[in-house]
């Protein structure tokens, strides 16, 4: 009986989803129509719009928008047709979502994935079908590279983890005048590591010395016994490579244990939800921030405002970039060839990103600038600009 | 020998952390052999209703502490009522499997938006830290008022279990449940009472946690919970001062380890010891040797 009643179950889930499935490829199919004679080029977007990421996802997703909205749907001479999906930060669904995008809508391009999770495993595919990828905002190394084999059609607009770690050390040496530092770092994840480590090394490199290298798991709430430690070191600065939540538990701990050293972090920090309070006076290294006074940024900003209703975070800051320079490298190449758009953002030279002025180096990765953000006063203060 | 005796006090303030939850642990285990899985997010919850007892419904520390126990006490009652007493006759491990089930159920029905959503909340405690400085070494009052409350919930329990008459039939019912009940006992009625009692422990020590680590968020019981089980089990499960004795080794072991070996290998360290203790004595340190009544 229970069985039978499981069985019926199933069979009306799996009606249901091919009723829905039926539904959703008879929408893609209506969209893939163009008007013959017309040049066209496509292009799919992919993030999370479900799921654990999905603020991620619509920030980036509305930046999509409207850059290709402000450029009049047109790059060159081709009009562009766009396809949005949702990958709903799941690795699997990811590359269901890209073997639709390239084999049933057909897309020349493609602006995606969000997370490194996700676009790592599309980035193979995209590859190997020959189809443009630019990622906004994956920060792994793999995206890019595999076994030292570079992927020759992915590209993406932020920079890498050891970049950002490379950045604060240069601030804390040049701009800090900083002679010893103290690193604090969760060993189980590896864009904490990754900071940690180009942190130490650059720091080294430039003169200074690291009088203590700590590391924590990720469910430590405890800091008591290495913060005391680290007091009795009385470093000029403690590195904090991880993401606000724990960050404003350590900085908390470390005022409490007596540590006077400047707090430094990465772009982790970036988040409403810090404790303002613990890490005040503290500097993170960021790919943007709302205060930089250039006009790429302010424009940007008006622009984002009026139509969302909202100030950008680097999410969709990053999107739009990314857009832009693909947009930018259809217009060069003027052709809807994957192989000549690919050599065209290869060959892109200081484009005026809102990130600053980017440059792709051999691996498709971006050389430009980073921003110091400073906590001031229970709010976010731009500091400077540092190039690479 | 300053910094080393301060860093006794980091290991005392965390072995007393683990403590506020080891000993609700404890105590469940010992009147119903039940390992309460959910019970760290029991602690959880509590941490919540006090954050929005301080924060949001103006009340003071002792106020929220109260108004957590209560409310996480009724919960308890709820959670056995739903979740063990049906299976109160089955295989121990279908008991089991069930606290595993509300356990998640709990942490995943938390992190829903219209509950107390997935994200971390940073918590102002109503008790501003203040700092001794005693001959070098740094006390604060936070860390006075947990041990204080850890040494007056064990006087409490231990007066409640062996000097009281419902202590008396708790006693009764872990020795013998169907004995008991032909003693014109109300079996029901003192598992319900032990499960009200563990979960009003595991509010108060999650209330108190968030004085010391300020960050709450529907996951935050599932290490320590693992931690002060691991004390209680360390201890003797089911005595009551065995769970604050482990508690206080383990907070010792790790902020040591922390300290003057590796910070890598804390938990490492921490868990050989208990693997080593229970080899030599598998009942635990305060435990009764010989083997278990079947």
């Not at chain 1, 900083?178 to 590591?193: E, F, P, R, V």
């Not at chain 1, 205060?291 to 424009?299: A, G, I, L, Y």
């Not at chain 2, 279908?94 to 107390?116: H, M, N, P, R, T």
Request: with cysteine; aromatic share 10%; proline share 4%.
């Amino acid at each position: 009986m229970l069985l039978k009643r499981i069985k019926k179950g199933r069979f009306i889930l799996l009606s249901l989803f091919v009723a829905v499935a039926l539904a959703l490829t008879g929408c893609s199919g209506k969209t893939a129509q163009t008007n013959t004679g017309e040049k066209t080029i496509k292009i799919g977007f992919m993030g999370p719009l479900t799921g654990d990421a999905k603020t991620f996802g619509e920030s980036t997703r509305n930046a999509f928008l409207l850059a290709l909205e402000q450029a009049g749907m047109k790059a060159g001479e081709y009009k562009i047709e766009h396809v949005i999906t949702d990958d709903r930060n799941d690795a699997t669904e990811a590359v269901n979502v890209v073997d639709k995008l390239i084999s049933q809508d057909k897309v020349q391009a493609i602006v995606g994935s969000v997370t490194s999770r996700t676009t790592i495993a599309v980035s193979e595919i995209a590859n190997s079908k020959k189809v443009v990828l630019i990622s906004p905002t994956a920060t792994a190394e793999k995206v890019t590279v595999d076994n030292n084999q570079r992927k020759e059609f992915v590209f993406r607009a932020c920079f890498l983890d050891p970049f950002q770690g490379e950045i604060a050390a240069r601030f804390a040496r040049e701009n800090l005048n900083a002679q010893t530092a103290a690193i604090l770092y969760d060993q189980g994840n590896d864009y904490s590591k990754g900071l940690a480590e180009a942190f130490r090394k650059s720091f080294e490199a430039l003169g200074g010395q690291i009088v203590a290298s700590e590391a924590y798991s990720k469910d430590d709430q405890d800091f008591s016994a290495v913060l005391t430690n680290i007091a009795q070191k009385n470093p000029d600065i403690l590195y904090l490579p991880d993401y606000y939540g724990k960050v404003s538990l350590i900085g908390k701990q470390a005022r409490n244990k007596g540590i006077k050293a400047v707090f430094l972090g990465g772009d982790g920090w970036d988040s409403p939800e810090l404790d303002f309070a613990a890490m005040e006076g503290g500097y993170f290294t960021n790919h943007y921030s709302p205060d930089d006074p250039r006009s790429e940024v302010q424009k940007w900003i008006q622009d984002y405002k009026s139509k969302y209703g909202a100030v950008p975070d680097a999410f969709a800051t990053l999107a739009y970039d990314a857009t832009n320079l693909l947009l930018n490298a259809i217009k060069t190449a003027n052709s809807n060839d994957p192989v000549k758009i690919k050599e065209a953002l290869q060959a892109t030279r200081d484009f005026p990103g809102v990130t600053g002025k980017i440059t792709f180096n051999a691996n498709g990765d971006p050389v430009k600038p980073a921003h110091i953000i400073q906590i001031k006063g229970g709010k976010q203060v731009y500091v400077t600009t540092i190039n690479p | 020998m300053e910094r080393l005796l301060e860093q006794i006090i980091n290991g005392l303030q965390l072995g007393f952390v683990y403590a506020l939850i080891a000993l609700g642990y404890t105590m469940v285990y010992g009147i119903i052999k039940l390992i309460n899985f959910a019970h760290g997010d029991v602690f959880m919850i509590g941490a919540f209703i006090g954050y929005f007892a301080y924060t949001f419904w103006g009340f003071s520390l002792w106020g929220a502490v109260l108004i957590a126990m209560i409310l996480c006490a009724v919960l308890g009652v709820l959670i056995e009522r739903i979740a063990y007493r049906p299976l109160r006759y089955a295989p121990r491990i279908a008991a089991l499997i069930s606290a595993l089930g509300v356990s998640l159920f709990l942490e995943y029905f938390c992190s829903l938006k219209f509950v107390f959503g997935p994200n971390f909340r940073v918590v102002q405690p109503p008790v501003k830290q203040i700092h001794w400085n005693l001959g070098g070494i740094p006390i604060t009052n936070i860390q006075i008022i947990i041990v204080a409350v850890v040494i007056l919930l064990l006087l409490v329990l231990q007066y409640l279990v062996y000097r009281t008459k419902i202590g008396t039939a708790m006693r009764a019912v872990s020795f013998d449940h169907d004995a008991a009940r032909l003693m014109g006992i109300n079996v029901d009625f003192i598992i319900a009472f032990t499960f009200a009692l563990g979960s009003a422990l595991a509010a108060a020590g999650g209330v108190l946690y968030t004085l010391a680590y300020p960050q709450i968020h529907p996951f935050m019981g599932i290490m320590p919970g693992l931690k002060a089980f691991t004390a209680a089990v360390l201890g003797g499960i089911g005595i009551i001062p065995g769970a604050v004795l482990g508690s206080l080794i383990m907070g010792q072991v790790e902020t040591l380890t922390a300290a003057y070996l590796t910070s890598q290998m804390r938990d490492a360290i921490a868990f050989l010891i208990l693997i080593i203790v229970l080899l030599v004595r598998p009942s635990g340190i305060l435990g009764r040797g010989g083997p278990e009544k079947v």
